[in-house]
């Protein structure tokens, strides 16, 4: 190979992979520096020792309004299920003997044909308008879904949901795309916490 060409490729082929490097340090570095906030605020206890090729996946949880709580960084197969990407995901424990279910999903052009046809709707056009939901009991969906809980999830919908809320089994969960890297994503997490946790104080009554 001509040494001139050579001289020139180099730098070309180098330079992004060592910018890419720079990059993903830089957001490793903010997502431990997110957890570690998120766990000296609600005195949850943190894990740093998982690793995912350059990524550090860090995990914390802890009790959280007389709930535990959990907040995670997974490797998973996307909302589509189309890719295998990291996911942030938060879970906060609840009472559920009757097999109560729902997900809730960021309405689109998509996924607004594959289940509208099975979806529960609220009656708030505002509301239906944004979000999908799947439950197994739409009369207690709507009863949960009072004023405060539209409001909540309006705001999180507000710092750019784009993944699912549900009940499965003793669990309420929170998933969503990429692991918590910037200060939307937080207060995402923050807000969906919150939340979580007066649905399991619901639930204990209803």
């Keep these: 190979m001509d040494l001139k060409l050579l001289i020139v490729l180099v730098p070309?082929?180098?330079?992004?992979?060592?910018?890419?490097?720079?990059?993903?340090?830089?957001?490793?570095?903010?997502?431990?520096?997110?957890?570690k906030k998120l766990s000296e605020k609600y005195q949850l206890i943190c894990d740093f020792s998982?690793?995912?090729?350059?990524?550090?996946h860090p995990a914390a949880e802890g009790i959280y309004r007389n709930r535990q709580v959990k907040i995670e960084s997974v490797?998973?197969?996307?909302?589509?299920?189309?890719?295998?990407?990291?996911h942030t995901v938060l879970t906060v424990d609840c009472a559920n003997s009757d097999n109560f279910h729902f997900k809730v999903y960021k309405r689109n052009?998509?996924?607004?044909?594959?289940?509208?046809?099975?979806?529960?709707?609220?009656?708030?056009?505002?509301?239906?308008?944004?979000?999908?939901?799947?439950t197994n009991s739409p009369d207690r969906i709507k009863k949960m879904f009072?004023?405060?809980?539209?409001?909540?999830?309006?705001?999180?919908?507000?710092?750019?949901?784009?993944g699912l809320l549900a009940l499965e089994g003793n669990r309420l969960l929170y998933m969503e795309p990429e692991l918590l890297s910037n200060n939307d994503?937080?207060?995402r997490l923050e807000?969906?916490?919150?939340?979580?946790?007066?649905?399991?104080?619901?639930?204990?009554?209803?």
């Excluded at 998982?50 to 550090?56: A, D, E, R, S």
């Excluded at 490797?75 to 990407?85: A, E, H, L, P």
């Excluded at 009072?146 to 784009?162: A, E, I, W």
């Excluded at 939340?195 to 104080?201: G, P, R, T």
């Design 185 to 187: 994503a937080v207060m």
């Design 75 to 86: 490797v998973r197969d996307s909302i589509d299920g189309k890719n295998v990407i990291p």
């Design 109 to 134: 052009k998509k996924n607004s044909l594959n289940f509208s046809a099975g979806s529960a709707m609220i009656d708030d056009n505002e509301f239906d308008d944004k979000f999908i939901i799947l």
């Design 12 to 35: 070309v082929l180098v330079v992004p992979w060592i910018a890419l490097y720079f990059v993903l340090v830089a957001s490793n570095k903010r997502v431990i520096s997110n957890f």
């Design 50 to 56: 998982k690793k995912v090729g350059m990524k550090t």
């Design 146 to 162: 009072d004023f405060n809980t539209k409001f909540k999830l309006d705001q999180v919908h507000r710092l750019g949901f784009n």
């Design 191 to 206: 807000l969906v916490m919150h939340e979580l946790c007066d649905i399991a104080e619901i639930m204990r009554y209803n």
